[in-house]
């Protein structure tokens, strides 16, 4: 059974810092691995897909990577900024179609 | 065409009643899933469709859950006899299938609260 583990829980930085999350994932036979975003009391907003054949992938300041072997994924965000405050969830598609997340990382960037 | 969208974005319902949520997906997609989110917790799988076909139920959906995609457009999600802990944010999401590519699209959510 999969299981997805996201590190740290919460984070909170100064406008402006690099940062990066964590995400860990004990099945290396994913299909791909898909980060979210999430706001309070919303949905969830699709920021990256990685396929299992691709290193990483890029979205303006974001950056994705995928390291299938030691099962982990990092998300990279440059320059933050205030409104990236939200919890990011990370998702990995064991190739049954479902998503198994992990909690989230709780990001404040505060200004 | 905007998204996934969901109705109601909120229920708060007294226990053992019953309760029926909406969610239409984003046009053409052919896939559409349910997921529970508790507070503090990631999505969990419930169940999904292809088409109008339900290929799979996670364990987690109990005999007093059921969900229908008549055509293959929208879909509802039924809890019989609800329970307190049955409150949770109910998270449609769906995708259009294309060899590899499959990315889910999310709906805002439907909060169920059970009193």
């Keep these: 059974k999969q299981e997805v583990t996201q590190i740290p829980a919460a984070l ?18 994913i299909y791909n691995l898909q980060w979210f975003r999430q706001d309070p009391g919303k949905g969830l907003t699709s920021l990256l897909l990685i396929q299992s054949s691709q290193r990483e992938q890029t979205s303006g300041r974001l950056n994705a990577s995928l390291d299938k072997s030691s099962g982990r994924s990092t998300l990279y965000i440059a320059a933050s900024q205030p409104g990236d405050s939200a919890t990011y969830l990370c998702a990995a598609n064991s190739g049954y179609s479902t998503l198994t997340f992990g909690k989230g990382t709780m990001l404040l960037v505060s200004p | 065409d905007t998204g996934v969208s969901q109705n109601p974005r909120h229920k708060i319902t007294k226990r053992g009643q019953n309760v029926t949520f909406r969610c239409d997906p984003i046009s053409e997609h052919n896939r559409l899933y349910w997921y529970r989110q508790t507070l503090g917790q990631g999505p969990e799988f419930l169940t999904y469709f292809q088409n ?32 307190q802990g049955d409150s949770a944010m109910y998270l449609c999401a769906s995708s259009l299938l294309r060899a590899t590519q499959e990315t889910q699209y999310f709906g805002p959510g439907t909060r169920l609260l059970v009193l």
């Design chain 1, 12 to 29: 909170s930085v100064p406008e402006g810092e690099n940062l990066v999350l964590n995400c860990s994932f004990t099945d290396s036979a």
């Design chain 2, 52 to 83: 109008e076909a339900q290929l799979e139920k996670s364990r987690l959906l109990s005999d007093r859950f059921s969900a229908e995609r008549p055509k293959g457009s929208f879909s509802t999600l039924e809890i019989q006899r609800t329970e």
